[in-house]
């Protein structure tokens, strides 16, 4: 009530925000004459002065007036468009960092274009983030000619883009891609050898489009980028054959009272459990089909990885449906559909395992795991923004999540025509079939009147079935899924036709407006030659054609059920009534939907069978809209609750991230490294003479035969302490630490003297930076298991958040110690080849490529290679190995990346939760030092081909040997 009454008088903060922007509208407005005298060179002149003023200490918030006005009238000269004075509180409101709600077809792209002005002044670039690679090229060169005019550079970053190019449009006042790219660049900037590698400048100012799509609906979604990992196709064939032989339960009371069948599901939250007879009857199988020893359980540890498949297999089958959560390509691979936008997402796979049992479900080819080299999220990239701000027609109903998670506000941004459009009532039928007919009698009255029709959907599914229904009907219509997406744009430019109908999915309309009569400026650039009386009466026909539409009432928005969030609703009804023009939008509903049928009260259910309704009959209520209204807000706070765990547990990861990166960073700046291989060097030998010689202990404790044999082991080399101990009685355990150290870095430090300082600085950043990148990668791979099981800690009453970052920094300070160990391992064992060795490496450098090139025309595989080095084998046995390094450049090795993989034709997969395929062209052209090893191998090839070293065995039985 105090709430309210304060509200009465002061009005709401959104109230209050836009009256205090109103001012600065006004002062815009005020300098409107004055620049709009400036001729076209005065004006373009405008940018370098802000620039200057800005070098001079003038802030960004002072210059706002003047710039705004200036891209204002720069606008109306290059594009014939004048920002409306909404739009320039929408400009405001992404310059403070906010977000800005403003409905559909008012004009997002244009007003983003004030703030990407203001913010570009000062030189250190604007990110503008877009759900896909349409919209980013799309936008970009709608704006390229207004940016230009202002003197501004324009780029746009896109997959599989030269580096060169990528690196040239990172340096352009405003940089135009998808949330994804800029995501794994950001990756890929960590994984390269050398800094002028990088693509990415500091992230400075970042504007994302459909916000609440990218932040919300993808927060989820990890960034991975991974190498493969052992390829166990085999087994999700095997596994998936058991399948068919479980029972699932439906009867909710039988799981609780466990006497279930094989397992069940819990829709709610998209989960399976599986019954103690489903264990016993999984178990025998494996035992039958010898995966499984007559003793072994699932649960016993080992066979963990056993009991992962069996549940991705079971959530395959059950949880993830064809042309609902992904289709089958032409190239008969699996493709994810996104469950919010309906889009397909060409090169994304599922994790853990998922997206293989699917494979394997569907009978296409089985890809091989991969294993993660680095991650993120988009939470956590996003939020390393210095400033972050977006723009959508849908935020506010997640205000409270934008404000906790991003610290960002939500500014709702006044239309700049009231809105006309009438939401209807909900219908609801009994079943489904009673739905699509209700909704064909909608489409029939409305089409008569000469009104179009958008028909939204939740699935392709869905989609085909309506579509099958019309055809009955005999109405025409066009239908826009995730398999017709390539039509997108054309479909939805000709949506406003009168009587046109259109059915589809989620996706619909994204970055594109439906305007009423339909979009005649498409239809010109249809056709060739046009002579200007032929583009008026096209224009002409047009105009008719838009009156006719809006005496009809609009565009009619009909949907065929309600998603489980609010805000997609809002998307599909915005279609319609954009800049004040008539509009209508209406949902129908059905008991089988799965929103009703899993969270809609029992009231409304009983309710409606009470009532007797035939099949095609329907009720609207009130009450029954807010009880739908009510399961939206049930889901919508569990996902909440998701995302909100799962940050909790990636801000650990997030910190030792930051660490891991800027190591990277500083070792990429830092010309010298001798003072961090100095200390190094006396952090490993000071643990490892402890185990030895313990601290504060007297001479007849110590071990030192069992030192010296160690010290051999582990660096390849005799350091005669026993000597040093019968020359000398009185040296204590202090001074033999420090003769022993010294010892140790007068040693390396000869062999470096050897090298010559150019090439062992070289020599040190390289085994420094793949030996952090190495353990981090295994590090990645240890969190992940760690977080999977985490949660069996609350049966023993410990709180598994706090038991994860225990266990994560043990871990991590774990990785520090061994990166530092393997470091000064690998610079001992360094050994510089003479000029005879150069030469018989380089003749079996050439020999074992010919025998590679062979190997790989036959299997018509690509060629990446593993090298194997010290740092590939146990630690246990390296001493009989080395390292060989070629100093001369003869016997040069193949550029190496960041996996320690030789990057001849590199395909390295990235993934986004969803494992996403990416190239790692722009991390391949790395330059390392010039340096062989013993032998490499393919990484990829079959078991039971010929190893490619020569020996004649079969790969399983020599180099491939477990």
Same mark, same amino acid.
């Given at each position: 009530?105090?709430?309210?009454?304060?509200?009465?008088?002061?009005?709401?903060?959104?109230?209050?925000?836009?009256?205090?922007?109103?001012?600065?509208?006004?002062?815009?407005?005020?300098?409107?004459?004055?620049?709009?005298?400036?001729?076209?060179?005065?004006?373009?002149?405008?940018?370098?002065?802000?620039?200057?003023?800005?070098?001079?200490?003038?802030?960004?918030?002072?210059?706002?007036?003047?710039?705004?006005?200036?891209?204002?009238?720069?606008?109306?000269?290059?594009?014939?468009?004048?920002?409306?004075?909404?739009?320039?509180?929408?400009?405001?409101?992404?310059?403070?960092?906010?977000?800005?709600?403003?409905?559909?077809?008012?004009?997002?792209?244009?007003?983003?274009?004030?703030?990407?002005?203001?913010?570009?002044?000062?030189?250190?670039?604007?990110?503008?983030?877009?759900?896909?690679?349409?919209?980013?090229?799309?936008?970009?060169?709608?704006?390229?000619?207004?940016?230009?005019?202002?003197?501004?550079?324009?780029?746009?970053?896109?997959?599989?883009?030269?580096?060169?190019?990528?690196?040239?449009?990172?340096?352009?006042?405003?940089?135009?891609?998808?949330?994804?790219?800029?995501?794994?660049?950001?990756?890929?900037?960590?994984?390269?050898?050398?800094?002028?590698?990088?693509?990415?400048?500091?992230?400075?100012?970042?504007?994302?489009?459909?916000?609440?799509?990218? &932040?919300?609906?993808? $927060? !989820?979604? *990890? +960034?991975?980028?991974?190498? %493969? #990992?052992?390829?166990? =196709? /085999?087994?999700?064939?095997?596994?998936?054959?058991?399948?068919?032989?479980?029972?699932?339960?439906?009867?909710?009371?039988?799981?609780?009272?466990?006497?279930?069948?094989?397992?069940?599901?819990?829709?709610?939250?998209?989960?399976?459990?599986?019954?103690?007879?489903?264990?016993?009857?999984?178990?025998?199988?494996?035992?039958?089909?010898?995966?499984?020893?007559?003793?072994?359980? &699932?649960?016993?540890? $080992? !066979?963990? *990885? +056993?009991?992962?498949?069996? %549940? #991705?297999?079971?959530? =395959? /089958?059950?949880?993830?449906?064809?042309?609902?959560?992904?289709?089958?390509?032409?190239?008969?691979?699996?493709?994810?559909?996104?469950?919010?936008?309906?889009?397909?997402?060409?090169?994304?796979?599922?994790?853990?395992?998922?997206?293989?049992?699917?494979?394997?479900?569907?009978?296409?080819?089985?890809?091989?795991?991969?294993?993660?080299?680095?991650?993120?999220?988009?939470?956590?990239?996003?939020?390393?923004?210095?400033?972050?701000?977006?723009?959508?027609?849908? #935020?506010?109903?997640? =205000?409270?999540?934008?404000?906790?998670?991003?610290?960002?506000?939500?500014?709702?941004?006044?239309?700049?025509?009231?809105?006309?459009?009438?939401?209807?009532?909900?219908?609801?039928?009994?079943?489904?079939?009673?739905?699509?007919?209700?909704?064909?009698?909608?489409?029939?009255?409305?089409?008569?009147?000469?009104?179009?029709?958008?028909?939204?959907?939740?699935?392709?599914?869905?989609?085909?079935?309506?579509?099958?229904?019309?055809?009955?009907?005999?109405?025409?219509?066009?239908?826009?899924? =995730?398999?017709?997406?390539?039509?997108?744009?054309?479909?939805?430019?000709?949506?406003?036709?009168?009587?046109?109908?259109?059915?589809?999915?989620?996706?619909?309309?994204?970055?594109?407006?439906?305007?009423?009569?339909?979009?005649?400026?498409?239809?010109?650039?249809?056709?060739?030659?046009?002579?200007?009386?032929?583009?008026?009466?096209?224009?002409?026909?047009?105009?008719?054609?838009?009156?006719?539409?809006?005496?009809?009432?609009?565009?009619?928005?009909?949907?065929?059920?309600?998603?489980?969030?609010?805000?997609?609703?809002?998307?599909?009804?915005?279609?319609?009534?954009?800049?004040?023009?008539?509009?209508?939008?209406?949902?129908?509903?059905?008991?089988?939907?799965?929103?009703?049928?899993?969270?809609?009260?029992?009231?409304?259910?009983?309710?409606?069978?009470?009532?007797?309704?035939?099949?095609?009959?329907?009720?609207?209520?009130?009450?029954?809209?807010?009880?739908?209204?009510?399961?939206?807000?049930?889901?919508?706070?569990?996902?909440?609750?998701?995302?909100?765990?799962?940050?909790?547990?990636?801000?650990?990861?997030?910190?030792?991230?930051?660490?891991?990166?800027?190591?990277?960073?500083?070792?990429?700046?830092?010309?010298?490294?001798?003072?961090?291989?100095?200390?190094?060097?006396?952090?490993?030998?000071?643990?490892?003479?402890?185990?030895?010689?313990?601290?504060?202990?007297?001479?007849?404790?110590?071990?030192?035969?069992?030192?010296?044999?160690?010290?051999?082991?582990?660096?390849?080399?005799?350091?005669?302490?026993?000597?040093?101990?019968?020359?000398?009685?009185?040296?204590?355990?202090?001074?033999?630490?420090?003769?022993?150290?010294?010892?140790?870095?007068?040693?390396?430090?000869?062999?470096?003297?050897?090298?010559?300082?150019?090439?062992?600085?070289?020599?040190?950043?390289?085994?420094?930076?793949?030996?952090?990148?190495?353990?981090?990668?295994?590090?990645?791979?240890?969190?992940?298991?760690?977080?999977?099981?985490?949660?069996?800690?609350?049966?023993?009453?410990?709180?598994?958040?706090?038991?994860?970052?225990?266990?994560?920094?043990?871990?991590?300070?774990?990785?520090?110690?061994?990166?530092?160990?393997?470091?000064?391992?690998?610079?001992?064992?360094?050994?510089?080849?003479?000029?005879?060795?150069?030469?018989?490496?380089?003749?079996?450098?050439?020999?074992?490529?010919?025998?590679?090139?062979?190997?790989?025309?036959?299997?018509?595989?690509?060629?990446?290679?593993?090298?194997?080095?010290?740092?590939?084998?146990?630690?246990?046995?390296?001493?009989?190995?080395?390292?060989?390094?070629?100093?001369?450049?003869?016997?040069?090795?193949?550029?190496?990346?960041?996996?320690?993989?030789?990057?001849?034709?590199?395909?390295?997969?990235?993934?986004?939760?969803?494992?996403?395929?990416?190239?790692?062209?722009?991390?391949?052209?790395?330059?390392?030092?010039?340096?062989?090893?013993?032998?490499?191998?393919?990484?990829?090839?079959?078991?039971?081909?010929?190893?490619?070293?020569?020996?004649?065995?079969?790969?399983?039985?020599?180099?491939?040997?477990?």
């Amino acid at each position: 009530m105090l709430t309210k009454a304060i509200s009465a008088v002061f009005g709401t903060k959104n109230e209050r925000e836009l009256k205090r922007m109103q001012r600065q509208v006004d002062k815009i407005n005020a300098l409107e004459p004055t620049i709009s005298a400036l001729s076209d060179d005065e004006l373009r002149q405008k940018t370098d002065e802000f620039k200057s003023r800005h070098a001079n200490g003038e802030s960004l918030d002072k210059l706002l007036p003047e710039a705004f006005a200036v891209c204002r009238e720069a606008s109306k000269r290059v594009n014939g468009m004048r920002h409306y004075d909404v739009q320039l509180i929408g400009g405001m409101t992404l310059h403070e960092g906010k977000i800005a709600e403003m409905k559909t077809g008012e004009g997002k792209t244009l007003m983003a274009t004030l703030a990407m002005y203001l913010n570009a002044i000062s030189g250190k670039g604007v990110h503008v983030v877009t759900v896909n690679d349409y919209l980013a090229g799309r936008d970009a060169e709608l704006n390229r000619g207004l940016f230009s005019f202002l003197g501004l550079t324009v780029g746009v970053i896109y997959s599989q883009q030269p580096p060169h190019e990528k690196f040239e449009a990172y340096r352009a006042d405003i940089t135009y891609g998808t949330n994804n790219e800029y995501g794994f660049d950001y990756l890929r900037d960590n994984m390269v050898f050398s800094k002028d590698e990088k693509k990415q400048r500091p992230l400075n100012y970042c504007i994302i489009d459909e916000i609440d799509s990218i &932040l919300i609906d993808e $927060a !989820r979604t *990890p +960034l991975i980028i991974s190498g %493969q #990992a052992e390829d166990s =196709a /085999h087994l999700y064939a095997l596994i998936n054959n058991i399948i068919p032989r479980l029972k699932k339960s439906d009867n909710e009371e039988d799981n609780k009272n466990n006497v279930a069948e094989d397992f069940w599901i819990d829709e709610k939250n998209r989960a399976i459990e599986i019954s103690e007879k489903g264990y016993e009857k999984i178990e025998k199988f494996l035992i039958e089909v010898g995966e499984l020893g007559e003793n072994e359980s &699932l649960y016993s540890p $080992a !066979r963990l *990885p +056993l009991l992962a498949h069996v %549940q #991705a297999a079971i959530r =395959a /089958h059950h949880l993830f449906i064809k042309n609902v959560h992904y289709i089958i390509s032409d190239d008969n691979e699996i493709v994810i559909v996104d469950e919010n936008t309906g889009r397909t997402m060409p090169g994304r796979r599922w994790s853990e395992g998922l997206h293989q049992a699917v494979e394997a479900k569907e009978g296409v080819e089985i890809q091989a795991e991969n294993q993660t080299m680095a991650t993120t999220t988009f939470q956590n990239y996003f939020r390393l923004y210095d400033k972050l701000s977006g723009m959508t027609g849908t #935020a506010d109903t997640e =205000a409270t999540e934008f404000k906790s998670t991003y610290d960002i506000d939500v500014v709702i941004i006044p239309t700049h025509r009231p809105i006309a459009r009438v939401d209807l009532n909900d219908q609801i039928f009994l079943s489904k079939l009673g739905k699509y007919q209700g909704i064909i009698r909608e489409i029939r009255q409305i089409t008569a009147k000469g009104a179009p029709v958008l028909v939204g959907t939740a699935t392709i599914e869905a989609s085909e079935e309506l579509s099958y229904l019309l055809d009955q009907a005999g109405i025409k219509h066009n239908v826009l899924n =995730a398999k017709q997406h390539e039509r997108e744009a054309e479909i939805i430019a000709q949506a406003g036709r009168p009587s046109a109908v259109t059915i589809a999915t989620n996706m619909a309309g994204r970055g594109t407006d439906i305007i009423l009569g339909g979009n005649w400026q498409a239809e010109i650039e249809d056709l060739d030659a046009l002579t200007d009386a032929q583009k008026s009466e096209l224009q002409s026909q047009w105009q008719a054609r838009n009156e006719a539409v809006k005496a009809a009432g609009g565009l009619h928005i009909i949907g065929s059920e309600r998603h489980e969030s609010r805000r997609i609703d809002n998307q599909l009804r915005g279609r319609a009534g954009r800049q004040g023009d008539p509009g209508q939008s209406r949902f129908f509903l059905s008991l089988e939907d799965d929103l009703m049928r899993i969270f809609a009260g029992d009231r409304v259910v009983s309710m409606m069978r009470a009532m007797g309704l035939k099949e095609d009959e329907a009720i609207e209520h009130k009450m029954v809209s807010r009880s739908i209204e009510n399961a939206q807000g049930k889901v919508e706070a569990r996902d909440f609750d998701a995302r909100k765990s799962l940050l909790k547990y990636d801000d650990v990861a997030n910190e030792q991230r930051k660490v891991i990166y800027g190591q990277r960073d500083d070792l990429l700046e830092e010309v010298d490294l001798q003072e961090s291989i100095k200390a190094m060097h006396h952090e490993v030998y000071n643990a490892l003479i402890t185990q030895f010689v313990p601290e504060g202990s007297i001479d007849d404790q110590w071990n030192i035969d069992g030192l010296e044999d160690e010290i051999e082991d582990a660096f390849g080399y005799y350091m005669p302490i026993n000597d040093w101990l019968d020359a000398d009685r009185r040296l204590d355990e202090e001074g033999l630490r420090a003769k022993i150290i010294d010892f140790a870095i007068a040693h390396y430090q000869k062999k470096r003297e050897s090298m010559g300082e150019q090439n062992a600085a070289r020599l040190e950043r390289d085994f420094m930076l793949r030996n952090l990148d190495r353990h981090w990668k295994e590090h990645l791979t240890q969190m992940d298991q760690l977080r999977k099981g985490i949660h069996l800690r609350s049966y023993a009453q410990k709180n598994p958040e706090q038991e994860y970052k225990r266990e994560s920094f043990d871990l991590f300070q774990s990785m520090l110690g061994a990166i530092k160990s393997d470091v000064v391992q690998d610079l001992a064992r360094v050994h510089i080849a003479t000029p005879e060795e150069i030469a018989q490496m380089e003749e079996e450098r050439r020999r074992q490529a010919e025998m590679m090139r062979l190997h790989f025309e036959h299997n018509d595989m690509g060629l990446e290679g593993e090298i194997v080095t010290d740092e590939s084998r146990p630690r246990a046995t390296q001493n009989v190995q080395r390292i060989t390094v070629s100093l001369g450049g003869v016997a040069s090795m193949p550029n190496l990346s960041p996996n320690g993989h030789v990057n001849t034709n590199t395909n390295t997969n990235a993934n986004t939760g969803t494992d996403t395929n990416q190239s790692m062209a722009d991390v391949s052209d790395t330059t390392a030092p010039q340096s062989i090893d013993d032998v490499f191998i393919p990484a990829n090839i079959n078991r039971n081909a010929p190893c490619p070293c020569g020996s004649g065995l079969k790969y399983k039985q020599c180099h491939g040997k477990i």
